[in-house]
C-alpha cells in the first residue's frame, strides 16, 4: 500500500504564491509518474499536471500553464507543485496522485493511490 502525504496549502491573497509538497511511501517512487489533481466545492476533480519518474517530461492544465511548476525530487520521494500567481478560481482541495502502471493520464480513475488532500484558498 502506497501512502501520499501533502503538505502546504493555506489560505493567501490573490497573486501571492504557494508551494505544496507530497511525500510517497512508495519504495520505487523514483520509477512512477506523479501528478497533481484538485477538486473544487460542488466541481468534479480536475487534473492539474504531472511529471514523468525522471522529472524531465512535464504536462500541465491550459488554465495552469505559465503559473505552476511541478517537480520531484526522488532522493526525497516527494513531489512539488509550485504555484505563483494565485487566483480565486484555483481555490480547491489539492491532492497528488500516483498509478499502480505509472500512467501520467490526465484522468483520475487511472490513478490508484491518493493523498489526503490540502486545502488551497485564495481571497480577491
Known amino acids: 500500500q502506497v501512502q501520499l502525504a501533502e503538505s502546504g496549502g493555506g489560505l493567501v491573497q490573490a497573486g501571492d504564491s504557494l508551494k505544496l509538497s507530497c511525500t510517497s511511501s512508495?519504495?520505487?517512487?523514483?520509477?512512477?509518474?506523479m501528478a497533481w489533481f484538485r477538486q473544487a466545492p460542488g466541481k468534479e476533480r480536475e487534473f492539474v499536471a504531472v511529471?514523468?519518474?525522471?522529472?524531465?517530461?512535464?504536462r500541465y492544465a491550459d488554465f495552469v500553464k505559465g503559473r505552476f511548476t511541478i517537480s520531484r525530487d526522488n532522493g526525497e520521494n516527494t513531489v512539488y507543485l509550485q504555484m505563483n500567481n494565485l487566483q480565486p478560481e484555483d481555490t480547491a482541495v489539492y491532492y497528488c496522485?500516483?498509478?499502480?502502471?505509472?500512467?501520467?493520464?490526465?484522468?483520475?480513475?487511472?490513478?490508484?493511490?491518493w493523498g489526503q488532500g490540502t486545502q488551497v484558498t485564495v481571497s480577491s
Open positions: 511529471t514523468s519518474w525522471s522529472g524531465h517530461n512535464t
Open positions: 496522485a500516483t498509478a499502480l502502471t505509472g500512467s501520467d493520464d490526465e484522468l483520475p480513475f487511472e490513478y490508484d493511490y
Open positions: 512508495r519504495r520505487t517512487f523514483s520509477t512512477y509518474s
